[in-house]
């Protein structure tokens, strides 16, 4: 029976279905280390991770293992030159978590734009002694101007919400999405700068590549107006956190949201200073059915790939295909 590794503590069921195709070796516990990664990695087949960092030095420990199995859409952590070149499979999650995760980033954009975090804390320290009228004030979502950086699946449902907001939505993209996309969502192209400059609230939505690192840092802060905020639900390094907590403390910009941080789970701890943020711990798409559908999708991705199951050989959601069939190397 072939063997693989469960990298994170996922729902049983999940694991019961694993264990009628495979001999299951389960981390129910705390983050392995890379070394502990790659100790119980050195007899696997497959595996299936979440954000573990798996490289060259990962694939050489584990000279029998043909494919790694993402339990998410981004797959930054996987080194694919390394991949490639040892003919080992990679496979995400995407698609079954775009709406949750849409809901998120706006529920972060509003929450920063009205400043509920913020308000929240003032509460319960005790603060509140009286009404006024200009207590709190924030920036209005209904009727403004939503920038989307990154006009992906996810992108496309936040531009989606914007409709019942009566808001105008302008995005930038590594290129412009279909005419017949744009005229469905009421969309219109900028460049990166000239969205900055025009909208009142952005959202991140981009993978995280060598190319979109820092994205955001000081010099885009500076474009945008001093009442916009800036709402991140893509990848941690995307933004420059030291940037944005300077931002964010002389008020460069009013408020942010953030859902992901650059060498998360640390986070820069001068973000941990300022009051106009609303911070949260990677938990867009932290749904129970969102979650639960990105883990059997993991477990399918993985039984079809080592060549079990009723799609043996043909996997929903190959990163690189051009290695299916291939020796490991």
């Known amino acids: 029976m072939q063997k693989i590794l469960v990298a994170r503590p996922i729902f049983p069921e999940v694991i019961d279905r694993l264990k009628q195709y495979f001999d299951v070796d389960w981390n129910d516990g705390e983050t392995l280390s890379p070394e502990a990664l790659n100790a119980r990695l050195a007899d696997k087949d497959g595996a299936l991770t979440a954000g573990d960092p798996v490289n060259a030095a990962t694939l050489a420990a584990a000279p029998k293992l043909r494919v790694v199995s993402q339990m998410a859409v981004g ?9 490639n070149a040892a003919n080992v ?42 009404w006024s009228f200009d207590m709190f004030l924030g ?74 690192h820092h994205t955001i840092g000081a010099a885009e802060l500076a474009l945008m107006k001093p009442t916009a905020t800036l709402t991140n639900i893509a990848r941690g390094g995307i933004v420059d956190d030291a940037a944005l907590a300077e931002a964010l403390r002389t008020r460069r910009i009013a408020a942010a949201g953030l859902d992901v941080f650059e060498g998360e789970p640390s ?10 943020v609303v911070l949260t711990p990677h938990i867009a798409s932290a749904s129970e059915a969102t979650r639960r559908a990105m883990a059997n999708l993991a477990a399918d991705n993985l039984i079809a790939a080592l060549g079990v199951g009723p799609r043996a050989g043909r ?15």
């Open 89 to 130: 499979l990679g496979t995400n999650t995407p698609d079954v978590l775009n709406e949750t995760t849409a809901d998120f980033g706006w529920a972060l954009m509003m929450a920063a734009a009205r400043r509920v975090a913020e308000s929240e804390h003032f509460l319960r320290a005790g603060k509140w002694g009286k």
């Open 315 to 329: 996997p929903p959601n190959p990163i690189n295909p051009g290695v299916l069939g291939k020796a490991r190397s």
């Open 139 to 212: 920036s209005d979502v209904y009727g403004s101007t939503l920038g989307v950086i990154g006009m992906g699946r996810i992108g496309q449902a936040l531009a989606r919400r914007a409709r019942g907001f009566d808001m105008r939505v302008i995005y930038h993209n590594r290129s412009r999405v279909a005419p017949e996309i744009e005229a469905e969502l009421n969309a219109e192209y900028r460049s990166k700068e000239d969205l900055l400059k025009e909208a009142d609230h952005v959202v991140l939505v981009l993978p995280y590549t060598a190319d979109s």
């Open 267 to 276: 986070v820069h701890p001068a973000l941990l200073t300022v009051e106009n």
């Open 75 to 83: 797959y930054n952590n996987f080194d694919m030159a390394a991949f």
